[in-house]
């Protein structure tokens, strides 16, 4: 899941980020799906979303001496309204040879923006997708989404408003569930729970149109993998590597013995960590683990004991211990 830092990345991120502040390691990985920059060695996240890196867009044609001068902004996207295809007339009275246009045909200029900006937006539909790729972009920006994500959320939504489902529906809820299908889609580890606590909708609305984007559009998601949930919590209880990698195989175990069918994988993952810090002697306890991952004592609790007694791990008088915690 996560892939060492390239020499060229870690060049850039030289003299800032070299070393874990935490533990001084120079064991740095990046997690390509969510863009966070992790320590190896203690699992502590050092940034949240890495700076795109990527090549300049830039226009074909060259001066004189060769040299290109001109940039053309960002490719096409269907995450944009109008898939980054529009053009803006310019502020600048000037031709394309650079010199300053006449006094007549300014005001013809003049009319052509004006009549420019007003055929923007010159239809219900593209009203629609300005304001819900507005919203996406903001849900992206608090969630740490990459472009791929995006780029999925943005086809489902326009999707469904072919299919005409906005009718009735708030825009903000049916692209929140748009954006939580390709969470889903892609296998990037967001709840739906970490969706609805960055908008204003409530989390069994966002599930209703969740559920309603996969009968409409007969959308089959895969099965999430609850290893993908591992680092995010233990690194927000602060569990050590090992104890992480040792969740990670308790996880495996679980799911060649067909343990896992039908579970939450949050509450599969939250469970596990808690057994590797027993095993391991990090000694956190439900509590901590379950408010990091967002489920409940009690489902930490019920998937505790199944592992256990399944995969023989802990002795069977442990098993009875965490409802007494």
Request: hydrophobic content about 35%; glycine content about 6%; proline content about 3%.
């Amino acid at each position: 899941m996560s892939n060492t830092i390239s020499s060229s990345r870690a060049a850039a991120l030289q003299g800032i980020l070299r070393r874990c502040p935490r533990c001084g390691k120079a064991s740095l990985v990046q997690d390509e799906e969510s863009g966070e920059l992790i320590c190896s060695n203690c699992g502590f996240v050092l940034k949240e979303k890495i700076e795109e890196e990527g090549p300049e867009w830039r226009n074909s044609s060259r001066d004189e001496g060769g040299e290109d001068k001109s940039r053309t902004g960002l490719p096409t996207s269907i995450a944009s309204h109008d898939m980054g295809l529009a053009t803006i007339i310019g502020r600048d009275d000037r031709d394309a040879m650079g010199k300053s246009i006449t006094g007549s045909m300014r005001s013809t200029v003049d009319r052509l923006r004006i009549w420019d900006n007003r055929s923007q937006v010159n239809q219900s539909q593209d009203r629609n997708l300005r304001q819900a790729f507005r919203e996406l972009d903001r849900l992206a920006d608090k969630l740490t989404v990459s472009e791929a994500v995006k780029e999925r959320a943005a086809y489902i939504y326009r999707k469904a408003l072919e299919r005409g489902l906005i009718r009735g529906r708030s825009i903000s809820s049916l692209i929140a569930a748009s954006l939580y299908a390709a969470f889903r889609d892609t296998d990037t580890p967001r709840s739906l729970k970490d969706v609805a606590a960055v908008t204003l909708l409530r989390k069994k609305d966002l599930a209703r149109d969740y559920r309603m984007l996969l009968r409409e559009l007969d959308v089959r998601m895969p099965v999430s993998d609850p290893a993908k949930n591992v680092a995010r919590i233990a690194s927000a209880v602060g569990l050590s590597e090992k104890t992480r990698r040792r969740a990670i195989e308790i996880l495996r175990t679980a799911e060649e013995k067909e343990l896992s069918a039908g579970k939450d994988p949050v509450g599969l993952a939250a469970s596990a960590l808690y057994i590797a810090s027993t095993l391991e002697g990090d000694g956190k306890t439900q509590k901590e683990i379950a408010k990091s991952a967002g489920v409940t004592e009690v489902t930490i609790r019920n998937r505790y004991k199944g592992l256990v007694q399944a995969l023989g791990l802990l002795p069977e008088q442990e098993v009875k211990t965490p409802a007494q915690q």
